[in-house]
Nanobody
């Protein structure tokens, strides 16, 4: 499975962006899709995830109420709607996919098998 992330860009604080992650094909082995980000000089961190089946979502606390993850199963695409962006949201955002994993592993990037190339989000103050 190949993942193609897009939608990053430069935006002012308070603005919005929508990231997309298109999977090359649907595979029933994919259980969950996630977004991670890595800011300059920092480690990669979990942002949000969604189950392909059922649509249960998971978020990190820092983006609650501002970001929304969603999916379009027919298009094999996952979205990350980002509102109320802050300068600290500046990072390269990566989408990833994983087969069935435990609840705790959802937040662990090392448990994801497939990764997109990343898309840069820059939020100016």
């Amino acid at each position: 499975v190949q993942l193609q992330a897009s939608g990053g860009g430069l935006v002012r604080a308070g603005g919005s962006l929508r990231l997309s992650c298109a999977a090359s094909r649907r595979t029933f082995s994919i259980y969950i899709m996630g977004w991670f980000r890595q800011a300059p000089g920092k480690e990669r961190e979990f942002v949000a995830a969604i189950r392909w089946s059922g649509g249960t979502t998971y978020y990190t606390d820092s983006i609650l109420g501002r970001f929304t993850i969603s999916r379009d199963n027919a298009k094999n695409t996952v979205y990350l709607q980002m509102n109320g962006l802050k300068p600290e949201d500046t990072a390269v955002y990566y989408c990833a996919a994983a087969p069935r994993i435990s609840y705790l592993d959802i937040f662990n990037g090392a448990r994801y098998d497939y990764w997109g190339q990343g898309t840069l989000v820059t939020v100016s103050s």
